[in-house]
């Protein structure tokens, strides 16, 4: 059974950090490319990084550049997204995505940034 399973998400105040874990099961994690997305109210889900299957390669939102770092560890199956300086638009659902040949979906984790 295939799992991606959010976590690390909360409440944090503007200019603080949070690190978000996507932790992987059922399927060949270290083939995969890895993606974070995020989704504020009303608004489309939007990509903000994603690395490839090696870990050699990462891109990044603008909005994100400079701020957010995306990581993997193919031993642990784990992807991360660590998140400093965080500001109110930042707020919103994130979801980790796993793609290859198959398209995979974990069930998100709400971060909220506010005073």
């Known amino acids: 059974q295939v799992q991606l399973v959010e976590s690390g998400g909360g409440l944090v105040q503007p200019g603080g950090s949070l690190r978000l874990s996507c932790a992987a099961s059922g399927f060949t994690f270290s083939r995969y490319m890895l993606n974070w997305y995020r989704q504020a109210p009303g608004k489309e889900r939007e990509l903000v990084a994603t690395?490839?299957?090696?870990?050699?390669?990462?891109n990044y939102a603008e909005s994100v550049k400079g701020r957010f770092t995306i990581s993997r560890d193919n031993a642990k199956k784990t992807v991360y997204l660590q998140m400093n300086s965080l500001k109110p638009e930042d707020t919103a659902v994130y979801y980790c995505?796993?793609?290859?040949?198959?398209?995979?979906w974990g069930q998100g984790t709400q971060v909220t940034v506010s005073s």
């Open positions: 995505n796993a793609r290859w040949y198959s398209n995979y």
């Open positions: 690395i490839d299957s090696a870990g050699d390669t990462t």
